[in-house]
């Protein structure tokens, strides 16, 4: 782990010190894990969706190379002009030529995960060019300086005074605001005037179709539609990933999407961009940025399939109580837990970790990622690569010693028994980050193999 | 350059063709009254719905609920009255910036989702049903199928430069899930069902 970036346990230990909001956090995202049951539960064919879904995109996957051969041409012919980017700066360096090219200083950009995985905006900034982000919850950790915290509900970390206090410095809304609905007013006035001078838009891509050569961008703001159907250059971005074979299978993504990340039917707006509209040029980059990577790692080939719904945050006990900006990675919680080694093993190899390995994240998967075994795998690869932390090495060739002896691990379970017993302070210190935030459980009189033994005497 | 190392890596690194499910799923254990299932999803995510008898209807009850509203305009010819003038086309989309209603036929209607299908030929452009601060579609109830798939079928192969499935009006719940209708698009969204 690099000295500059703090690691998630750092990273939760701030979240954590205010118990309240984590409380609150916690909250809030079982709620949404609850929305999403009732909607999931309400279609009787919910299981069989998902695994057409999953089956779907492993077919994909595994011919991937021909379909984005047919995407591209199919989209050429309806006119769309299409580029490749090998990484994150080539992505950059092809929005910012396509901006230079028509004179732009000034872009409207509704929720792209990919560019806050390219660091778009940054890049655009530092060449001079302004970007606005359109959807409510971006604009206001834009505002706030921050990244998004969570993929679908970006600023799902922040309170509501404070986001009043956000749009009194910037929007000039009176001091001490917080009703949503008078915040969310003085945003629609503040970025309808955006959309309304903005000769650029870019937006992200939910799914591209080869057979026709469209894409489909869905939003509950109209923001990205807003942005591209006002702007004379439309910039759509997408990872390779995103292609679908036919627009059928739309039937099958749209129905799981929107109830996996927070139980509504559908998002507002299903929006099917085929061909730029007379006068407008449109443009869709593809971009790699490691993906050909993942594929080749058969274990965590898999996780390409992921729609970014959202639903393995909400559900994840972890990210529930260390918050979005604890994984600092674009994608947050189990899911970019596993997508973030993939580009820098070093960096992010305190993420896999951030898991209880409940499994939970895969069971509400709409398209069936093993995501939990995929973390566990992630952690045996870190490992042995020697990119663990140090204290997990030695816990760990500990607990292989102790495990690997029915006679050591008897006499350590009594002796840990006996230690929460009469000297509790031993584990209930500041050396323990277990016991940070939290109590030590009460003590078993017995082992489960003494009981056993007694009961069947 | 990238195009190509990207494709050499896929082709390299993509595991053995995995043959695509043929059927979608239709085996739907539960029948549905379209009309009342669309009815309930609509007004449950925030959209209103009339059933009325005749255009006529359609006509005086749009002229009742805007009547404080300035700028109305229709894309379907039939309704056009002297208080909802017919769609002009100007082809800079910023012309409609001040439209308050915006009136559409839908010739698709989702009842599990209230999901209403439009292509650009009926947004007159395509700002439009966005732009506005009231959006009004009308769906036959012959219009009507029971899921996306079915949609889908009906979609077929058709060709469009742009179409969107709309469900409801613009909205947000991103300050602490607190749900505002009006977020960028529209403020409303209110749906004739006809026979």
Sequence with gaps: MSGATKTHPELSETFNQDEARVDWHDETLWWIRQKRDKSAGSIPEWETLREKASQIKDHVLSELAGYLVSFEENAKANGIIVHWAADALEHNQIVHSILEKHGISQMVKSKSMLTEECHLNEYLEQKGIGVIDSDLGERIVQLAKEPPSHIVLPCIHKKKEEIGDLFHLHLGVPAGTSDPQILTEAARQHLRETFLTRKAALTGVNFAIAETGEFVVCTNEGNADMGAHLADVHIACMGIEKIIPKRKHLGVFLRLLARSAT??????????????????????????????????????????????????????????????????????????????????????????????????????????????????????????????ASSKKLSMKLMTFTLSSPGVYRTAGKAGRWVLKHIPFAVNNQFNPWYKQREMPAVPKESFGEWYKKENQ | MSRDQILAALRQNQPEPVPLPLAIPTDREEVVDLVTKFKTVAEGIGSTIYLPDNLQEIQTTITSIFSKEKRILTTVPELVSPDIPLFQLNEDPHTYADVDVAIFNSSLGVAENSALWLTEDQMGIRVLPFITQHIVILIKISGLVADMHTAYQKIGTADYGFGTFIAGPSKTADIEQSLVLGAHGPRSMTIFMYV
């Design chain 1, 263 to 388: 139980g509504q039917p559908v998002t507002t707006y299903s929006s099917h961009f085929k061909k730029p509209r007379k006068g407008q040029e449109m443009h869709i980059v593809l971009v790699d940025n490691g993906r050909t990577v993942q594929m080749g790692r058969e274990d965590f080939r898999a996780s390409l399939k992921c729609i970014r719904c959202g639903a393995c945050m909400n559900t994840c006990p972890v990210y529930r109580r260390s918050g979005g900006h604890s994984y600092h990675y674009a994608i947050s919680g189990p899911i970019g837990a596993i997508l973030a080694p993939n580009l820098d093993r070093e960096k992010y190899a305190d993420l896999p970790f951030a898991s209880t390995l409940c499994g939970s994240c895969s069971n509400v998967c709409p398209v069936k990622i093993d995501i939990h075994q995929q973390l566990y795998k992630w952690r045996q690869v870190i490992v042995k690569e020697g990119y663990a």
